[in-house]
């Protein structure tokens, strides 16, 4: 059972550089894949994964037998443990989200814009894939089939490499899912696993063949691939996310999204690691948020003002704190001297990824709409908001912290670019310089 | 006179380092700066530009002196030296250019999508500036305003750093533009001159403050620029473009594409390298095709079958010749058995830039534009045509060989990203976990 990974016949696994040019291969036939057929191999993928339950979920018991044996050594937590294990239910949910990813609008073919150049001469700017898209993640066999569909429905060939914990399960789904391509006339090497982690060092150098790397992953993983690759990456380092409370704020609805914001998942990149409080309400507003962040769990370390605010419960916050994610229900707090102060605060210590502003004053926070750099700037709204399914985007395939091609949360439209078709009837430049005018008529 | 430069007073020219903080800094406050402002700003620019006439050649006749001294020892060849020189009347349209940016819409604050995510929680995706661009460019003086103009425009601070060979030119432009832009009340720093090599070398390493660099210049200039540095490069390597002439062309189309994308203007990267003709066809087309090559000072360097067919004045060319992009008066011919394998040569050899097929088969054409990777696929036209102008996109910022953010000729919108802006009313993740639905209505 090997026939969805990256083999050559006769040969065993391919190796990256075999695995990304035969991906490249098929990457260039899939461009001109027809929607209809793409959704029908999607189809066929949802009901081959059903169909294909029992074998998936007894390869996974293997792999989760063998995890439970390293989480006794506690070389793996009972967290990844839990995100490791398929049931039936799993199974059926794979099936209805691929099912879902169907359901999306084709994202080729969109026209971003036409332009009459000259009489007979049109351009058009239209969105095709990227190409070869490589995902490198953890324990959650569920990205196989997520990632793939999304992958399939947007004309990109894909490279999926996941954690060996989960390797049995991933190469049966991926088998499974290859059977259900290659019965739909999907070209071969779409969709390829790969298997070791010099196969994902290798895969760092094959700029030739690798459009677009995606770690999804840690901090440091991701900037590790990112200092080691020519190739374009998509990801996200930090999450130091701010909610700062505006002395025009409605101090309950502050209360409320202060206390979602860090609680609701606190390991999450989205969650808040500071919170910022104007002076002039910091009196009235820090005892009882404390209290209350207190009561629901959270350690609280607070600048020189806050602790002469609330003195109990409160530890002192060091420079270090600013530009720490707990990633836990820690918080640190800092009283400021207004709007100018928190924006000033927030992009020395920030990470550029979710920032909020809570206050009544609306053009206070206007301009903190539009002077915060962030992928996300909110106004009375906690910062978990930042996720591809709350923006409904349909399909998450990150979250990028970078600047450029996507920003945030990230869905299908990140795996596609767009080209200049142009259709002339013998045309040539020349005759521009002699007299010929353009039109740049925009359609 | 040197206000327009970096320079911490009192203290000299600043180093690139605090020139990019000083940048960073400037751009925060640049995002909130009205578009109103922002064009009062370049029309007063403009008017110093043309006020500053005088000054502005004085300083290049000193920067093409010295120049005309190198010119003899042959470390500046003729047409660097004819790029170097500003006149009265290059002036006047530089000037002029500046005011054709005013005209150009805000790129600014475009609602890319709105939606609803529930009732009082509005999701908009809006376009906003990069922050600060590096621009590095050679000889041409008349870089400084045009893209500065262009990033005051979009929001963004600039970092130029320009041809040691124009230092005195661009140093009395970079002053002129400044003395406008701080009697228009922009943010001190948005617009910066760098002075030496190390300053661009540093540069590389300042991701925190630099958001985009745009190298100008030669393939090995982009190509090491993009493997030293961390942050985003957009720009283009290698202009390798192929004019595919299919059976079923109409021959004097075809030669009057071929002619226009190898003569106009044979040292611009969509100049045509490789001409493909399909066998069927060669016989007829390539004695005439030739001919008028040879006529136009054109050297013609074929395949085997070529020479077959044409055997006097077609030198034979070598596996090399494909992979050359000549910027010359130089001309690769292949016979090919039709489309797949023009395909396949184009994807092996080419450099994804710009890319045609001449025919009058509208399937084998729709094929061509479909399944060739590249930013601009063209039918019956003129490989020439990839340019920011011709496409009438204003004004370009540059041409990218990369699929993510910006592909092929670049306009204002490549200076820009967008921010999500989400506004609520107290509104928490944690309702819709306990039974509230979202409403994800697009408007």
Redesign the interface.
Known sequence: MNAGSAEVPGTGPATAPEAARLARVA???L??VSEQQRNSALLLAAERLEEGEGQIVAANAEDVRAAEVLARTEKMSPAMLTRLRVTEKSVADMAEKVRSVVRLPDPLGRKLSV?E?DTG?V?TKET?P??VVAVVFESRPDVVPQVASLALKSGNAILLKGGSEAARTNEVLMATWNSALEESGIPRGAAQLLHSRADVMELLHLERDV??LIPRGGKDFVESI??QS?I?VLGHGAGICHVYVHSGA?L??AE??V??AKT?YPAACNAAETLLVDTEIAARFLPRMIEKLRAAGVEVRGCERTGAIVSSGVDAASERDWATEYSDLILSVKVVDGLDQA?THI?AYGSNHTEAIVTEDSAA?E?F???V??????????T???DGY???LGAEVGISN????A??PMGMDGLT??????????????D??SGKK?T?R?R
Chains 1, 2 share one sequence.
Do not use: M, W
């Open positions: 990457s260039r036939k461009a001109a332009t150049l001469l351009l095709c990227l190409g459009d677009l990112s200092r020519r374009p409605d309950q609805k409320r999204i206390l979602d609701d924006i992009h926070a301009r709409l539009s002077e750099d962030a992928a996300g700037v909110y106004h009375n709204a906690s978990r908001f930042a709350r923006y409904g970078g600047k450029l091609h920003r945030g670019t767009y080209k200049y078709k142009l259709r002339g009837s013998g045309h040539t430049v020349a521009y310089k353009f740049h925009v």
